[in-house]
């Protein structure tokens, strides 16, 4: 299937319900999926040699590995041999593709490199399909346990092929939160600590996993009550912002804004804690 054949698709279920986007998504899920669990397959392989690893620094507080890098190339090689008219926008090799033109598939083969090098077994391989800029397919595996997370647009959510939905909990007090903690940048940083206190005293916990692909995963499927970041890029959000969309949650930026596939901030939850959590860090 081409982007053009693929944009063809989308524009004709907005005018008439057609089923055949719906097909789309199922092929491009199919394709998430393949290359997720091949890219994943890399990462399982190399954490049995996880002490012999080469490892690099790219920024402060950012590594890189030979194994995200090995991941990329496996799923670039999956996504080519199914969809050669596409785009593949990853970590690694092409983070600065247009996003918003044609089929386009995000990928971040390796998400929570810092757990995976120090071996916390909390790290995954996530990838989204976008049909002009808007996501149509999604596939996120938690590489270190094999669960995998999926959603089409319209679909609906699933973990390991059965609906998933986000929590119903409405009360602060006794709610669950995730959050990533800054990773560069003084301003950021300070921004953050003036409102992670507001929101710590006010709810039951807060968990930081070092991988937001599946901070967003928990989210969709319940575990989180909600999760907020001041900066995620494009392949950290694109699979888990459909995930939770899909499982009836909320994805806006911090500004309440609708959340883009960028660089960008990110509030997310069900829609009561949403909304909380929105209205606590604009006080903040």
């Known amino acids: 299937m081409s982007a ?10 907005a ?3 057609s089923s055949h986007v719906r097909a789309d998504a199922r092929a491009l899920l199919a394709t998430c ?3 997720a669990a091949r890219g994943a397959e890399v990462v399982r392989k190399g954490a049995e040699r996880r002490e012999s690893i080469v490892w690099e620094t790219k920024g402060y ?16 090689e999956v996504i080519a041999g199914r969809h050669p008219d596409a785009t593949l926008v990853a970590e690694e090799g092409s983070p600065t593709s247009s996003l918003s033109h044609g089929l386009v598939f995000v990928a971040d083969p390796l998400d929570g490199t810092t757990n ?8 995954a391989v996530s990838i989204a399909a976008l049909i002009d800029g808007d996501v149509v397919a999604c596939a996120t595996i938690n590489a270190a346990t094999g669960e995998l997370f999926t959603a089409t647009r319209g679909g609906g959510a699933r973990r390991a092929g059965q609906p998933i939905r986000v929590s119903s909990l409405a009360e602060p007090g006794r ?3 995730a959050t990533g903690l800054p990773w560069s940048g003084d301003d950021d940083i300070a921004r ?6 507001n929101v710590m005293r006010a709810t039951s916990g807060i968990r930081r996993s070092g991988a937001a692909a599946l901070d967003l995963a928990d989210v969709a499927c319940g575990r989180f009550d909600a999760f907020w970041e001041l900066r995620l890029l494009p392949w950290d959000m694109a699979a888990g912002s459909l995930l939770v969309r899909e499982a009836g949650g909320i994805v806006t930026t911090a500004a309440g804004a609708p959340c883009p596939v960028a660089e960008t901030s990110l509030v997310c939850g069900n829609p009561a804690m949403h909304a909380w959590l929105l209205d606590t860090l604009r006080a903040s």
């Open 4 to 13: 053009s054949d693929a944009s063809q698709g989308i524009e004709h279920n």
């Open 15 to 17: 005018a008439a319900g």
């Open 33 to 35: 999926v393949a290359a």
């Open 61 to 76: 507080n950012d590594f890189v590995s030979e194994i995200d890098r090995a991941s990329e190339a496996t799923i670039a």
């Open 116 to 123: 995976f090098l120090h071996g916390v077994p909390h790290y």
């Open 175 to 177: 709610a669950l939160l």
């Open 192 to 197: 953050y600590m003036v409102s992670l206190p």
